[in-house]
């Protein structure tokens, strides 16, 4: 069974350009989250989809945003780039949108904004 | 807000000794608490997920223990291998599928 995917797995842009991040699931998992971690901060809670629909949020501004479509794949976008955006971006996939189900990570997308 | 904490933050043993990682956590109003290994610049494993109702989840060299009443949870290595350096963390999550994570313990074992 494969694990959860992200693409691209590194990134380098400029402040102000945007960023779109993509997340595949494994398969029959319906929930995705998604994660900003950095050394400062550790690791952040930005969203969770379910069934295509966004169920929470973190405290973050409105530049994050993210999608996720029929086939529980998930992008997120990073509009205006920012110094403070560089950090490795986390996705998880569930089974279900709410506890007790297990959290599977992919191995990150790490982004550089110069 | 629920409130992660893990102690210590770094850890260094010879090999083959067993040791102990500690995470607490302010609500003890959990649903469940998954610890998580991570290699530097990689994503997360999932190493063990403790129901809310068990004291005790093993796997292989690791076991993981609850105590939701005083907000804690233990991750005991046995017979530590290098291939165990890693950070180590713990999540506990919402009620929805929100985590939140400790800042996590970094492991090494020297051979």
């Known amino acids: 069974k494969a694990g959860v995917t992200q693409t691209p797995r590194y990134l380098i842009k400029t402040r102000g350009q945007q960023v779109t991040l993509s997340c595949s699931p494994i398969?029959?998992?319906?929930?995705v989250s998604w994660y900003q971690q950095t050394p400062g901060q550790g690791l952040q809670f930005l969203f969770e989809?379910?069934?295509?629909?966004?169920?929470n949020k973190g405290n973050f501004p409105g530049r994050f945003s993210g999608r996720q479509f029929s086939n529980s794949r998930s992008e997120m976008n990073v509009s205006t780039l920012e110094l403070g955006d560089s950090a490795l971006y986390l996705c998880?996939?569930?089974?279900?949108?709410?506890?007790?189900?297990?959290?599977?990570f992919g191995p990150g997308t790490r982004l550089t904004v110069t | 807000k629920q409130e992660v904490t893990q102690i210590p933050a770094a850890l260094s043993v010879p090999e083959g000794e067993n040791l102990v990682l500690n995470c607490s956590f302010t609500?003890?109003?959990?649903?469940?608490l998954q610890w998580f290994r991570q290699d530097p610049g990689k994503g997360l494993t999932s190493l063990l997920l403790?129901?809310?109702?068990?004291r005790e989840q093993t796997s292989g060299r690791l076991n993981a223990s609850l105590d939701k009443s005083s907000g804690r949870s233990t991750l005991y290595i046995a017979a530590s291998q290098p291939g165990d350096s890693a950070t180590y963390l713990c999540?506990?999550?919402?009620?929805?599928?929100?985590?939140?994570f400790g800042t996590g313990t970094s492991l090494t074992v020297i051979p």
């Open positions: 998880a996939s569930s089974f279900g949108p709410t506890n007790p189900y297990e959290q599977y």
């Open positions: 398969s029959g998992h319906r929930s």
């Open positions: 989809y379910f069934s295509e629909t966004q169920r």
């Open positions: 609500d003890s109003a959990i649903y469940n």
């Open positions: 403790i129901q809310s109702s068990q």
């Open positions: 999540a506990v999550p919402n009620t929805g599928n929100q985590f939140y």
